[in-house]
T-cell receptor, first 112, second 109 residues
Framework: DAGVTQSPTHLIKTRGQQVTLRCSPKSGHDTVSWYQQALGQGPQFIFQYYEEEERQRGNFPDRFSGHQFPNYSSELNVNALLLGDSALYLC???????????FGPGTRLTVT | GIQVEQSPPDLILQEGANSTLRCNFSDSVNNLQWFHQNPWGQLINLFYIPSGTKQNGRLSATTVATERYSLLYISSSQTTDSGVYFCAVEGGGSYIPTFGRGTSLIVHP
């Protein structure tokens, strides 16, 4: 039973650039959520995708956007990167938007 | 939105000691999970416990929804228990999970 997978593991970008992170949900799950975790903080909810639509969104600017594909995998896009976007980005999946969430290993983004 | 507070923020133990971690939340709860984050950042599921008591080996958890708190018990701690423990709560009519700031646990041999 494959768990949640994310790619890439690490990424270094320059201010102003754009980045795309990828996530494949746990087998049998159809809902994907993205979180940002700054150093020393708990994860902060960015948004959730279900049935290829953004269903819920946290307090993040429009520079953060996403997509969900028919196979339930998802992408997180961040435009016009800022130094403050440096963080661990976590993807989580669950079934039909409720119940227990399972997290992937994360993508560590460094913006220089 | 719902507020989540964890205590203590830091905990240092000798191997073999027991500990209790607390998670307080400000509204009615729909879902509550406890996670252990290892040094590489992976969040590991410990308990899905919106109410009641569960046990898994040396770990157990209790959520008292009416009093708006959850407890995580670690018995006979081991060095591999070191890391940060988070609770994540969905409540107050929202299904957006809110994480606490975590409890950082260090277990010395």
């Amino acid at each position: 039973d494959a768990g949640v997978t994310q790619s890439p593991t690490h990424l270094i970008k320059t201010r102003g650039q754009q980045v795309t992170l990828r996530c494949s949900p746990k087998s049998g799950h159809d809902t994907v959520s993205w979180y940002q975790q700054a150093l020393g903080q708990g994860p902060q909810f960015i948004f959730q995708y279900y049935e290829e639509e953004e269903r819920q969104r946290g307090n993040f600017p429009d520079r953060f956007s996403g997509h969900q594909f028919p196979n339930y995998s998802s992408e997180l896009n961040v435009n016009a990167l800022l130094l403050g976007d440096s963080a661990l980005y976590l993807c989580a999946s669950r079934r039909q938007g409720v119940g227990e969430q399972y997290f992937g290993p994360g993508t560590r983004l460094t913006v220089t | 939105g719902i507020q989540v507070e964890q205590s203590p923020p830091d905990l240092i133990l000798q191997e073999g000691a027991n500990s209790t971690l607390r998670c307080n939340f400000s509204d009615s709860v729909n879902n509550l999970q406890w996670f252990h984050q290892n040094p590489w950042g992976q969040l590991i599921n410990l308990f899905y416990i919106p109410s009641g008591t569960k046990q898994n080996g040396r770990l157990s958890a209790t959520t008292v929804a009416t009093e708006r708190y959850s407890l995580l018990y670690i018995s006979s701690s081991q060095t591999t228990d070191s890391g940060v423990y988070f609770c994540a709560v969905e409540g107050g009519g929202s299904y957006i999970p809110t994480f606490g700031r975590g409890t950082s646990l260090i277990v010395h041999p």
